[in-house]
Structures are given as C-alpha cells and as structure tokens.
C-alpha cells in the first residue's frame, strides 16, 4: 500500500492545466509543420502559417493557444495499491484545476447550472472519469476541451446491419456537418461498441491518444487511415476555408458490445488538441 | 484580394468586399458572445437602449481570457457565429455592418446581410494569442458580472479577416470547399 496525499494531486494538476493551455504535444506540432507543406489551397497554407506563428507566440509570452481554455477534462488512473490521504480526492482535483485556471490566466468558461448559467468564476467542477488499474501509481491526463468543437460532436445508434459501412457514414456525416465550426484542422476521436456513455468516453479518449500512433487492433488502424483520407477529400481545409488539411488523425477506441447494438460516437477536437500528462 | 479597412463602416466599404477578400481591419470593434447577445436582444424587445450604438459598427464573436499584466488582453479568437444566428438579424436592422465570428450562418442572417448590406468575416479559430497581439487596447463598456462575456470596446491595427459571406450573400464555406473535393 502506497500513501499519497492529495495535495500532490492538487499542484500536478494545476501546473498541468497551465502547461496545456500554452504547449502541444510535440505529435500536434508535427503534423501542424507536416501540414503546411502539403495542403493545396493557398489560402489553407497561409491559415497553417498562423497556426504556427500562434504556437510560437503562446509559449513564448504566455498567452494560451486559444481564448477557450475549454472545461477540463480529468482521467484519473488510480493504482489500486494507492491509498488517498489529507482530503477528498475529488476536491483534491477540482483545486487543481480551480489554481490553475484562476493563477494561470486562463478563461473560465464553466457554469454552474446548464438553465440558470452563472460562472463558477474558477472554471470548476472538471469532468472526472476514474479507472482503477493494478499497481501503486497515479496517471493523470488533463484534456481541456473547447466547446467550439464538442458542440459539433455526435453520438450514433447504429443497428447491427448497419456494420463497418455505417460506421464510416456516421463519422463522415458528423465531421461534414461540423464543417468550419469546429475550427479544422480537427482531430477526430472515435468510440465504436459498448453502451451509449461508453461510446462517448471512448471517443474523448481516443482524443488523448497521440495523433501519430494508430490503433493495435489491425483492421481499426485501416479504417482509421482509410477515414483520415476521406475526411481530407471534403475539401473543408483550415479554418474550413476550402483546403485539402481537414483533419490531423481519426483515433479510433472499441469495447464490447451487446447484441443488438451498434453505438459510435464522434468526439470532434480543434487543432488545439491539447492534454497533458503525468505519472505520480 | 487583399484589402485594408478602418471602422466606422459605409456602404462603399461594404459593396468593395467580396467573399474570400483577405482583410486587414483598424479601428474600433465591440466584443459580444451569448450572453451579452441574449441581453440586447431583450433590450431591444423592451424598447430599451442598447450599451453602445451599433449602427455602423462590427461586433466581434470573442471572449477573451484574461489579461496578464502590462498587456491589454489575454488570448483573444473567435468563437462559434452560428450561435449568435437567432440574435443578428435584429441587430443589423439595427444597422449593425459587420460580424466577426468563425462557423456557418443560418440562411435568415443571410437574408438580413443582404437586406441591410452588411458583411460577416471570419478570423482563424484557434489562434488567439497571435490575434491578441492586433489589439491595443480594450475596455468593458457593459455588463461586467458577464466576465468574459461582457461587451468590450476593442482598438485594433491591422486585425487579419477573411470575407465569408459578402452583401450578396455569397458564401465562402460553400464555394471553397467544393473546390477542394475529391471523389
């Protein structure tokens, strides 16, 4: 049995929060100077070169990548051998985020109620999911999510018959209709099987996957290739100003599922796909 | 076509713009999302005045985050235009000439642009640290309790747009996008 206490937890998260909100994993940047290259519209190309020169400008004078510095999203991955100490570690969490947010300069965009709307005013409560897992440490990923894009989201119903084809139908449908709403280039998350809330956890953490390493599962790593090309054939392009840059990856999660279903869900993030991540 | 504007606008800047201009604005514009929109909006139906005289004037879709010291703004990009759909068409009989937003219009705003010439321009989504750097000053003029969402009186130099929909209602979103598409 490992003690940890929570306010560990609370000073990760906080510097994690900031961290995201200024820098991308170095698998975002990539495609970002990938993509450049080879978009064709000019107008796409010069799109790129904004992005570029933005990320460049948010590291160096700290100012986040994008005035929406989203509602964070926390997966927290607790080693079964870990016991908490000094509090709640659901409070533990939420003032990770609340110093982050408030110290950070970063915006808060969470309400308290979905009707009534007031601002919280330190962007919490996170979105937490926890997994138990063996072991005696702590994985924590912070993924702040923008609204532009989760608005543009989706989750499908499909039936059985509807197979592999309705899959890639819902996924294009989705990303067609999300259009320039959802600031492209996206990067698309995925959840295939499950139950309907599966599904959606699924496809948010596929989204925390980075974007250059494809699924194990060998016919899911095609589909995920196969879709990234059809997404790019929409012709929707940066800042969805025509182009043939639409999407930087399709993650793509399964879980099992029941006989009678076939649900898909379809998390949709910007070009500031940001997470952070530490082990403790 | 690359152009330079400076705000107020007129109607022989609005009828020079053209759907997939690239355009450099300097002057001063007005911030306001949905929160700030819902209260104009109500301000309107009761006959009441609103905190700064649109007519002529552009709105900007943006909330920023807040400003580090020394600096007159924090991260300051666009945000979703197709939200603020239900509450334009009100505001551009009001006069109001331009919006700056990123995301798709519905076909009523449309109309409205084209009623009473007016032009929506898109800034790049996700790029709000580098727009920041186009704004000198800003100011909340109302409804300080929003926080981000309060109405804010931007100066801006050379804030880069892009002409999406121009007065005749032609749209960037759907004529670029056709232009790229492979079967």
Do not use: W
């Not at chain 1, 975002?28 to 070169?49: F, T, Y």
């Not at chain 1, 930087?248 to 993030?269: D, K, M, Q």
Request: charge should be negative; aromatic fraction near 6%; hydrophobic fraction near 35%.
């Amino acid at each position: 049995m490992r003690e940890l206490n929570v306010s560990v937890i609370t000073d990760n998260l906080k510097d994690m929060c900031i961290e995201a909100a200024h820098y991308l994993t170095d698998d975002m940047k990539d495609c970002l100077n990938s993509a450049e290259k080879c978009e064709e519209s000019p107008l796409g190309r010069q799109i790129l070169e904004q992005l570029k020169e933005n990320l460049d400008i948010a590291g160096k004078d700290m100012i986040p990548i994008c005035q929406d510095t989203g509602m964070a999203v926390v997966f927290a991955e607790i080693g079964q051998d870990v016991h908490f100490t000094g509090g709640s570690l659901e409070e533990a969490i939420n003032e990770g985020v609340r110093r982050g947010y408030v110290d950070g300069y970063l915006r808060k965009s969470v309400v308290s109620d979905p009707i009534i709307r007031e601002n919280t005013k330190d962007n919490t409560p996170a979105v937490i999911h926890y997994d138990i897992v063996p072991g005696d440490k702590v994985r924590l990923t912070i993924a702040p999510k923008g609204f532009g894009s989760e608005n543009m989201s989706r989750i499908y119903m499909l039936k059985p018959a509807d197979g592999i084809d309705g899959v890639k139908e819902a996924i294009l449908n989705a990303v067609s209709e999300a259009g320039p709403n959802a600031c492209p280039p996206m990067v698309v998350g995925v959840g295939i099987g499950g139950t309907f809330e599966k599904c959606a956890i699924l496809a948010k953490k596929a989204l925390t996957r980075p974007v250059n390493k494809r699924s194990d599962v060998g016919y899911i790593a095609e589909l995920e290739e196969e879709m990234l090309e059809k997404i790019n054939n929409l012709g929707i392009g940066p800042g969805g100003l025509g182009g043939s840059t639409t999407a930087f990856a399709v993650n793509i999660e399964t879980y099992a599922t029941h006989i009678a279903g076939l649900p898909v869900a379809v998390n949709i993030c910007c070009h500031v796909n940001r997470h952070s991540v530490r082990i403790i | 076509m690359n152009k330079t504007i400076s705000t107020p606008l007129n109607d022989s800047i609005i009828n020079d713009l053209h759907s997939s201009d690239y355009v450099y604005i300097t002057g001063t514009i007005y911030t306001a999302r949905d929160a700030a929109h819902k209260r104009m909006y109500e301000a309107i139906e009761n006959g009441e005045e609103l905190p700064f005289d649109v007519k002529d004037n552009i709105i900007y879709y943006m909330g920023p985050s807040p400003a580090r010291e020394g600096r007159p703004i924090g991260s300051a990009g666009p945000t979703t235009a197709t939200r603020m759909d239900k509450y334009a068409p009100a505001l551009l009989d009001l006069g109001l000439k331009g919006m700056i937003g990123k995301g798709k219009r519905r076909k009523d705003v449309k109309d409205s642009m084209i009623k009473n010439n007016a032009v929506y321009f898109a800034a790049v989504g996700g790029a709000g640290a580098i727009l920041s750097k186009c704004i000198e000053e800003s100011e909340v003029i109302a409804y300080d309790d929003l926080g981000t969402e309060a109405i804010r009186k931007l100066k801006v130099k050379d804030f880069p747009v892009i002409v999406v929909i121009d007065r005749e209602g032609n749209d960037l979103y759907e004529t670029a996008a056709l232009k790229y598409k492979k079967d």
